[in-house]
């Protein structure tokens, strides 16, 4: 199940997400919220405190390799395994749900 | 390097619940890729179901699989009814009606989730409706 949840400012979208995330890792399915807003504030509705969301670690070149496709398209791609990745640079939130904080301001081609 | 994140979603073993940059104009292919399901949140004034309707085509024409609708902020049955009539008419897949709760602005004042401070609230009701909705529809 891979869900996004999007809507204007202050339409309640980052409460929502972060207590679902919260309804579905409490009845023991594994769950990782992600946080792609740029004024990034899910953490706090997932239960992660303000200091311990302050983003995500930049992610070393050495995990990342460059693939390219049938069409010559180059795309960067993680090494290592995702849930691998999701558990070194996610943020324990609670029991079966990890954060993980991706609305840097992107540089240069972002999607 | 966002391109990067966003693979994250579709290869990962885990359910994925993404919160997306505020206002879908930046909804993206690479985000409508890898989701199978788009939530947009509205609130029951015309304004904000507009941009609901709205954010639907624009999801539509990113080949987005499935959106639906979750009102928000609902006060009374006459703004149940006005989210209700607006979604028939636009034919938008209502999924869920989740009502205006003090708790949610109590949380954020104390800065704890809303889910700890008060998980018996008429919100997180709706949300955990919310939830097993989504569960029954999973592929």
Redesign the interface.
């Given at each position: 199940?891979?869900?996004?949840?999007?809507?204007?400012?202050g339409?309640?979208?980052?409460?929502?997400?972060?207590?679902?995330?919260?309804?579905?890792a409490?009845?023991g399915?594994?769950?990782?919220?992600?946080?792609?807003?740029?004024?990034p504030n899910?953490a706090?509705?997932?239960?992660v405190?303000?200091g311990r969301a302050a983003g995500l670690p930049a992610?070393p070149r050495d995990l990342?390799e460059e693939r390219q496709d049938a069409q010559g398209q180059t795309?960067?791609?993680?090494k290592i395994p995702?849930?691998d990745?999701?558990d070194r640079y996610g943020v324990p939130a609670a029991d079966n749900l990890?954060l993980?904080v991706?609305?840097q301001p992107?540089?240069g081609?972002?999607? | 390097m966002r391109g990067v994140l966003h693979g994250l979603v579709a290869e990962t073993s885990r359910i994925a619940i993404v919160d997306l940059e505020a206002g879908l104009e930046h909804l993206s292919r690479g985000t409508a890729r890898h989701v199978d399901t788009l939530l947009v949140v509205g609130e029951p004034y015309f304004k904000s179901l507009e941009t609901a309707h709205r954010s639907f085509t624009l999801a539509r024409e990113l080949g987005i699989k499935q959106t639906r609708m979750v009102a928000n902020k609902v006060r009374t049955s006459r703004d149940e009814e006005t989210v209700r009539e607006f979604a028939n008419r636009h034919a938008l897949d209502l999924l869920s009606v989740v009502p205006y709760d003090t708790a949610v602005t109590e949380a954020d004042e104390r800065g704890t989730a809303l889910f700890e401070h008060q998980p018996d609230a008429p919100s997180v009701a709706a949300i955990r409706r919310l939830a097993d909705r989504l569960v029954e529809a999973a592929p």
């Open positions: 199940m891979k869900i996004a949840i999007g809507g204007k400012g339409s309640g979208k980052t409460t929502i997400a972060g207590t679902l995330a919260r309804v579905l409490a009845r399915l594994p769950v990782v919220a992600l946080d792609d807003d740029s004024n899910l706090l509705t997932v239960g405190p303000a992610l990342l795309s960067l791609e993680l995702t849930d990745f999701i990890t993980l991706m609305g992107s540089h081609g972002s999607g | -």
